[in-house]
């Protein structure tokens, strides 16, 4: 029975997230556009309406209101990356982080073709960070994560160069053992 129970909790758990994740999930639109017509959709509206006299211009011109500014695109690294905190010899937690770099429109296939370069990069950068106690105590401070994305994107930009524009910490996650 002691072996049973711990299945059985897992199992329930399974059901009751799928269970809650298919009961909560936004209701669908039909109004709503196809995924593709979203995205034409959007950039079509980025940019502010111009005026009544730059309207008739910017039809004329192309039919389309050219964007406000350069798009970005947001490249979600594969893998997450685990980090240990180490004190006084021993493993004392396990960080987890999920990230992706905004870079200029087009650089996706760049980042894939660099990510084992950029890993190792970002690696180094997060050891560092966890050596100088970075993921100790009150770690998501404004402060403490600011300084650790300025570091992962001049890591980035060392590798990619000026593309990179930012980093984005999807997930951060510590474990304490």
């Known amino acids: 029975m002691g072996k049973l129970l711990p299945v059985l909790i897992v199992l329930f758990g399974l059901i009751g997230g799928t269970g809650a994740?298919?009961?909560l999930r936004p209701a669908a639109d039909p109004d709503a556009p196809a995924d593709a017509e979203v995205d034409v959709a959007v950039d079509d509206h980025a940019a502010p309406e111009p005026a009544d006299d730059d309207h008739a211009a910017a039809h004329d011109a192309g039919g389309h209101d050219a964007p406000a500014g350069p798009v970005n695109d947001f490249v979600k690294l594969n893998?997450?990356?685990?980090?240990?905190?180490?004190?006084?010899?021993?493993?004392?937690?396990?960080?987890?982080?999920?990230?992706s770099l905004e870079t200029e429109s087009g650089q996706a296939e760049r980042v894939y073709a660099f990510e084992p370069k950029l890993r190792d990069a970002f690696l180094q950068v997060l050891f560092d960070h966890a050596n100088a106690g970075g993921f100790d105590g009150?770690?998501?401070?404004?402060?403490?994560?600011?300084?650790?994305?300025?570091?992962?994107?001049e890591s980035a930009q060392a590798v990619l160069g000026p593309a990179v524009k930012d980093i984005l910490l999807l997930d951060i996650l510590r474990q304490d053992g």
């Open 21 to 23: 994740g298919y009961l």
């Open 138 to 153: 009150n770690f998501t401070a404004d402060d403490s994560l600011g300084a650790l994305r300025r570091s992962l994107r």
């Open 79 to 99: 893998n997450q990356f685990v980090v240990p905190v180490v004190r006084d010899g021993g493993v004392t937690a396990i960080v987890v982080l999920s990230l």
